[in-house]
């Protein structure tokens, strides 16, 4: 039974309630008061599904050829009805509201757009590719060619992310949008009407994509430039030859990750902080690929790993390994240092 409005005023005994209407009207307010009558009105209904607008009234008129039984119910039991009802509708303006969005616009698979075709991406592939990059609530997701805004609006509602999805084309963003807020989350996800290729998306902490190998291209420099462990997710398509961090492959699709690498190409002077010991180290990079050699001599290096900001390195000397593990950012990288059997701190300046 749909309801206008739950309510009840403290320590009063009171609860409104919606009846049901002939004629598949909405129904109209009945009122519970202290001594437990509820009567109803029913000449003040408009036909579904359009909003009811309904009024509580002294006495009942009951249409030509049907009876309304005036019944006393304790107001307690009204409350709890009315609160299962209240439960009730929420799912059923839910259903209708995302039916309401739909009606409004309803995309066809296939259709043509400004630089692709629409073909939304599965369920199951959307929670997959979201799991990859490790979502969570600090998250801000952007979805670059958004399309109704699936992406966006699950790694808001599953994963209590904020997130943004890009959509070229008007209508396709205005269903998102209402899509959002049918889903009850339009304070999480927004689906906005823009070009992907002039929207500013370097607030993101996670980029999805599901677009063209050539779009993905052009997207390249662009993401690159993004803060050190940015995670990027394709459905499909691949960077050329930006190999991924990650793949997954199923009967749903394919996923590709990346992490988008910090920059530390170049030479290294590494320098303990009490500055009683330093030694440099020559890097050479490739997207997150890292090689290099250390000091005058150039002695390559043991080991070598790059994901996002952290970097990690070993090489051999005076018979032991010597280890880094250290943070980049820009210009410097903290690290700790184990060297001849001692742990320190050091700082690397690019040089």
Known sequence: MPIVQCSGAPGRSESRFRFQCPTGAAGSVGRAVAGGQHVARNNDCELLPRPARCRAAKSCDAPSGRSIRRTTVPTSSLRTVALIACLALTASAYAETRNDCQRQF??????????????PTNDALVGRMLRMAAVGPSDVVYDL????????IAAAKDFGARSVGVEYNPDMAKLG???AKAEGVAGRATIVQGDIFETDFSAASVVTLYLLPELNLRLRPTILKMKPGTRVVSHSFLMDDWE???????????????????NVGGTWTFKRKDGRDRFAVHLEQKFQEISGA???????????KLKGAQIDL?????????TLAGQAKGDRIEARVTRAGKTANYVGTRT
Do not use: M
Request: aromatic content about 6%; overall charge negative.
């Open 145 to 152: 060619g958004a399309g109704d805004g699936k992406i966006a």
């Open 314 to 322: 070993s090489f051999a000397e005076n018979g032991g390994t010597t």
């Open 244 to 262: 991924p961090d990650d793949r997954s492959s199923t009967e749903d699709g394919q996923a590709y990750l990346w992490i988008v690498p910090a």
């Open 177 to 179: 949008q209402c899509l």
């Open 294 to 304: 250390v000091g005058d001599r150039r002695e390559p290096l043991t080991a070598a």
């Open 106 to 119: 309803k995309p066809e698979t296939g259709q043509s757009g400004k630089d692709v075709v629409w073909v």
